[in-house]
């Protein structure tokens, strides 16, 4: 079999996958759009109940991260098909295109025998190649929900300062909010969830249900302490203004740790990256030349000896 019918194999075989993938990817998202319209058409709401913040594990973990569309877990399991369809196919033609044949073969002219070294990465690399593409959406993801988890985290503190402030000049938690909300950006993780606070409780919804669905579309460690301390601060009647003051020192002392245990692990991170990339640079300078001649050497000699 020819390398050109090899690639031309290859090629109708993703197209195909990729027709497939996409087929049932449609069949699945119009099926949950079905569900979804015909749940919520069944379903009455009740202000008093706590509804879900998200359906199921991939969708909680998609909303989690910023993707709040209901086809967006679909799309992310799409995409790390197609990603590794995609791998599977740059490996197989890396491999019946005749390079890793060539590669293997300049491979065998290295001397002093580091040729059994070298070639298994030259046969494992494009396997492990399909592996990252196939991981580069679920990073993709995960990335973006660690900027999401950062960012709130650099604006609770300053937020709860402001309205701590407020409510000790006069205002209620929800004016303070409100104001608040005005200097905000739109694009803001933490004011998107507020206003959504906000949404929940013009609905009718109680106070306590609204701070725990404010709490559950971000899951942060401190705004859901800081949740929970509102909500018992209301029903045990105390000052909102003190319980804001409080949790905005518990938040900004509990960054000021981690940036200290952060700064305290630097020196220990810092010798992997000095041993694995700096250290080799300074023994190949000056031990380089006389390596190459020591290779050569035991070249010869083997070869002499055969």
């Not at 060539?102 to 990465?121: D, K, N, T, Y």
Request: hydrophobic share 50%; glycine share 8%.
């Amino acid at each position: 079999m020819s390398v050109s019918l090899r690639i031309l194999i290859v090629l109708t075989l993703w197209a195909v996958l990729a027709f497939v993938v996409a087929l049932l990817w449609n069949r699945y998202r119009s099926r949950s759009e079905a569900i979804e319209r015909l749940r919520r058409d069944t379903t009455p709401i009740k202000p008093s109940e706590e509804p879900d913040i998200a359906h199921g594990w991939l969708r909680r973990r998609m909303m989690l991260a910023g993707y709040s569309t209901p086809s967006a877990g679909t799309l992310l399991v799409s995409a790390t098909i197609l990603m590794l369809v995609s791998g599977l196919f740059c490996a197989l033609l890396f491999r019946w295109s005749g390079l890793q044949r060539v590669f293997l073969e300049g491979i065998e002219s290295v001397p002093g025998g580091l040729s059994g070294m070298l070639a298994p990465v030259v046969i494992v690399s494009p396997w492990l190649i399909a592996i990252i593409l196939a991981s580069l959406p679920i990073l993709v993801v995960r990335a973006s929900r660690r900027a999401r988890v950062l960012q709130v985290s650099r604006d609770l503190p300053l937020a709860m300062d402001l309205w701590a402030t407020l409510s000790e000049g006069g205002l209620g938690f929800d004016a303070a909010l409100d104001r608040w909300q005005r200097t905000q950006r739109p694009d803001r993780v933490l004011a998107s969830a507020c206003r959504g606070f906000q949404r929940d409780l013009l609905g009718g919804m109680r106070r306590s249900v609204a701070f725990r669905r404010l709490a559950g579309r971000l899951d942060v460690p401190p705004l859901t302490r800081f949740t929970a301390a509102m909500i018992q601060s209301e029903q045990m009647g105390a000052s909102v203004s003190e319980t804001l003051r409080l949790q905005a020192e518990d938040v900004r002392a509990e960054r000021r740790e981690k940036s200290m245990a952060f700064a305290q692990s630097l020196a220990t991170k810092r010798v992997i990256p000095l041993v694995v990339c700096f250290l080799p640079g300074l023994f190949v300078w000056p031990l380089g030349p006389f390596f190459t001649q020591l290779l050569r050497i035991v070249d010869s000699l083997t070869g002499g000896g055969g």
